[in-house]
């Protein structure tokens, strides 16, 4: 189930469940968005992104929905593993009309612990 | 390809000491970024560089922090004086062009900075 701890809202799944982590963004106009997955000591690492022009985006045993209307993003990942323990952040991408450069915003997190 | 490298991975320091981190973007990555991370929170950008000028730094906190990329390539990231709320993962990230919109920022490890 889904709680929200001291610092992070936590998921913990069994291995083979598929994982639902959701973000809520901040910008109506940001134009796009990413998931990061970042274990314990290291940077965070792209996993998928996704254009405003598109609401649903499939990898490799992921998928990411974007609700424009709602301001709401999902991170589905299939068949969890232990390897996918860690916390998942989303990032957007508010627009950049002076500078044009990308810069990005990025959400609270949520930490995915999977059991085996 | 190399990842992004920063050293040192872990620093402690008193408070109103000095430190300076140092980061290698992956090569032919014109933008590089420094990020502040504490702990349970996403990554805040603090300053963004294309090649070796300054394209957003407006959350960096110049009475204490500054930064530099002298030749386009390695950065360096310094706090002087530090004060207690510093303590912090600061990130290295960067990208290969900065104003795409689907320009992929890569991450480094990070240091951890503990403030005493």
């Known amino acids: 189930g889904e709680s929200v701890g001291l610092h992070l809202p936590t998921l913990s799944v069994q291995e083979g469940d598929n994982s639902i982590i959701n973000c809520a963004y901040s910008?109506?106009?940001?134009?796009?968005f990413i998931w990061y997955k970042q274990e314990s000591g290291k940077g965070p690492q792209f996993i998928i992104d996704?254009?405003?022009?598109?609401d649903k985006r499939q990898g490799q045993r992921v998928t990411v929905l974007l609700n424009k209307t709602v301001k709401h993003l999902s991170l589905q990942i299939a068949a969890t593993q232990p390897g996918d323990s860690a916390v998942y952040f989303c990032?957007?991408?508010?627009?950049?009309?002076?500078?044009?450069?990308?810069?990005?915003?990025f959400g609270k997190g949520t930490m995915l612990l999977v059991s085996p | 390809e190399a990842g992004v490298a920063q050293s040192p991975r872990y620093k402690i320091i008193e408070k109103r000491q000095s430190v300076a981190f140092w980061c290698n973007p992956i090569?032919?990555?014109?933008?590089l970024y420094w990020y502040q991370q504490i702990l349970g929170q996403g990554p805040k950008l603090l300053i963004q560089?294309?090649?070796?000028?300054?394209?957003?730094d407006s959350q960096l906190p110049k009475d204490r922090f500054s930064a530099e990329r002298l030749k386009g390539v390695d950065s360096t990231l310094k706090i002087q004086p530090a004060k207690l709320e510093d303590s912090a993962v600061y990130l290295c990230?960067?990208?290969?062009?900065?104003?795409?919109?689907?320009?992929?920022?890569?991450f480094g490890p990070g240091t951890r900075l503990t403030v005493l």
């Open positions: 090569s032919g990555h014109a933008t």
């Open positions: 990230a960067s990208s290969l062009v900065g104003t795409r919109i689907t320009d992929t920022q890569y």
């Open positions: 996704i254009r405003s022009n598109m």
């Open positions: 910008n109506s106009a940001s134009d796009y």
């Open positions: 560089f294309q090649n070796n000028g300054v394209v957003d």
């Open positions: 990032a957007e991408r508010p627009p950049q009309p002076y500078s044009g450069y990308s810069t990005l915003t």
